[in-house]
């Protein structure tokens, strides 16, 4: 099965820095990548879809790139409500294995 | 508006089964293929199970195959997970997931496997 890393694991960034995270995949997974942001108790919510594509209704804020083994999701200035974990998914075979997740906090 | 709303979880003792339901609405459901998804207690989402469109293709987590079986029901909008032999590691809130093409998240159920 492909393995799917993030990174990092946690960071800690103040309002309207830009941040960063990395995902790696142990195999080319071409472009089927989602990004998820979740906040505690609540129900993941898709923000990039097709590694690069962002989802209706989600601020111009978030964006993804790249294809094959890696890809890199950006926030271009941070908000206090972009406090949470974010999550990468494969999905180009089964299983559909997410990333282990990056923690996000504000300063 | 797209819901997904999941449904019977609960308490069950190690070796217990649990059979989850999705009921849907918003969409047309033949047209996507359907997945759960779980979340241990202050642990990563881990993928579990999907059905194609139609119950011809089904696929699962190692760490659930030959214990829970998926399956569908176009006629009423559903989809559900039979849990069986669970275990302690199977506590999670499980989430029922619309797939490809356009993924949407339901708010998820919550299943406890303790004695």
């Known amino acids: 099965d492909i393995q799917m890393t993030q990174s990092p694991s946690s960071l800690s960034a103040s309002v309207g820095d830009r941040v960063t995270i990395t995902c790696q995949a142990s195999q080319g997974i071409s472009n089927f990548l989602n990004w998820y942001h979740q906040k505690p108790g609540k129900a993941p919510n898709l923000l990039i879809y097709d590694a690069s594509n962002l989802e209706t209704g989600v601020p111009s804020r978030f964006s993804g790139s790249g294809s094959g083994t890696h890809f890199t999701f950006t926030i271009s200035s941070l908000q206090p409500e972009d406090i949470g974990t974010y999550y990468c998914?494969?999905?180009?075979?089964?299983?559909?294995?997410f990333g282990p997740g990056t923690k996000v906090n504000v300063k | 508006e797209v819901q997904l709303v999941a449904s019977g979880g609960g308490l069950v003792k190690p070796g217990g089964s649990l059979r989850l339901s999705c009921e849907v609405s918003g969409f047309t459901f033949s047209d996507y293929a359907m997945n759960w998804v779980r979340q241990a207690p202050g642990k990563g989402l881990e993928w579990v199970s999907a059905i194609s469109s139609f119950s011809r293709h089904i696929y699962y987590a190692d760490s659930v195959k030959g214990r829970f079986t998926i399956s569908r029901d176009n006629a009423k909008n559903s989809v559900s997970l039979e849990l069986n032999s669970l275990r302690a590691e199977d506590t999670a809130v499980y989430y029922c997931v619309r797939g490809i093409p356009k993924w949407a998240w339901g708010q998820g159920t919550q299943v406890s496997v303790s004695s």
């Open positions: 998914q494969k999905y180009d075979t089964f299983p559909f294995t």
